[in-house]
């Protein structure tokens, strides 16, 4: 799982996964390159799967993950 904040500046999006005590590995994006090249819906979150292919699919509709499991279970559905 890698975590991407979109639009946002690095030091602020590090000082939110702090303050709600996420510990993935995450990227910003804050001039919305990777936003528009997937064609992110307004709304956020957004979840993709990537495919072995390299192929990324949206998780749709979105789904709130509260386990590894859920994750588990949506990369099997949709990983291909």
């Given at each position: 799982?890698l975590l991407?904040d979109?639009?946002?500046?690095p030091?602020?999006?590090?000082q939110l996964?702090?303050d709600?005590g ?7 994006d804050p001039?919305?390159?990777l936003?528009?090249?997937?064609a992110?819906?307004?709304?956020l979150?957004?979840?993709y799967?990537?495919?072995p ?6 998780v749709d ?11 588990a279970?949506?990369?099997g559905?949709l990983?291909g």
């Amino acid at each position: 799982m890698l975590l991407v904040d979109v639009q946002d500046q690095p030091g602020a999006a590090l000082q939110l996964l702090a303050d709600v005590g996420v510990r993935l590995p995450s990227v910003t994006d804050p001039d919305g390159a990777l936003r528009s090249a997937l064609a992110l819906p307004p709304a956020l979150p957004a979840s993709y799967v990537i495919r072995p292919s390299g192929e990324p699919v949206r998780v749709d509709p979105p789904t709130p993950f509260a386990s590894a499991d859920e994750v588990a279970t949506t990369v099997g559905r949709l990983g291909g």
